[in-house]
């Protein structure tokens, strides 16, 4: 028992530090949801959204070096969802910029957090598909609902317990969004088919 004050102490100072990385966490994983999600927002707004991008991966790579020794802390709820918002904005970028999809370790987050992210992506692809249904370019809507399905095709690829990764749910609603999603589209192109033929036969009277 000589030692017992000695042994409590060190433990103090670990839980000290702990606490404080928390709450440093906390902190960086709202500033990485905020980043992440004014990004998607511009972005459906067509501003340029490069600057917030920008920002939200160095959050994310301070994130990821404030928790380097606190693996719990890193697989806590709060930086998992943090995470993954600010995977779902880094993967729509790269798909409106017409780039390639950035990797998980390109992102900085694990591949739990990529694919929850990717699952999400399905949801902004549809309201850009929309807008395009709206503006009349159903081609544009049509691009993007294979964009939604091929995503779909991929997540479809992981079947693993929800233990592992809770992907079902993502599927689920991924899978309801291109259905109703390809609904709408081939409305439109039917009434863009009718519109075409009234047209024509107006001016053939």
């Not at 049509?142 to 399905?149: D, G, K, N, T």
């Not at 992981?158 to 233990?163: E, R």
């Amino acid at each position: 028992m000589k030692n017992l004050d000695e042994v409590i102490g060190d433990i103090e100072v670990r839980l000290d530090e702990k606490d404080e990385v928390r709450e440093l966490a906390i902190k960086s994983s709202r500033t990485i949801a905020r980043l992440a999600g004014s990004g998607i927002q511009g972005m459906h707004r067509g501003d340029d959204v490069s600057a917030a991008i920008r920002d939200a991966r160095e959050e994310v790579m301070k994130l990821k070096s404030l928790l380097d020794g606190h693996p719990d802390l890193f697989h806590a709820g709060f930086v998992e969802n943090a995470m993954q918002e600010a995977c779902e904005a880094f993967l729509v970028h790269a798909i409106l910029e017409g780039h390639e999809l950035p990797t998980p370790k390109g992102c900085g987050v694990t591949d739990t957090a990529y694919l929850l992210g990717l699952g999400d992506v399905v949801g902004e692809l549809r309201r850009v598909a929309l807008e395009h249904l709206r503006s009349g370019d159903i081609d544009r809507a049509s691009a993007f609902l294979e964009r939604m399905e091929r995503i779909l095709d991929a997540l479809m690829r992981f079947d693993y317990p929800t233990a592992l990764v809770a992907l079902k749910r993502k599927q689920d609603v991924a899978r309801s969004l291109i259905e109703k999603t390809r609904g709408e589209v081939a409305v439109a192109a039917g009434n863009h088919e009718l519109a075409k033929k009234l047209d024509a036969m107006r001016g053939k009277l």
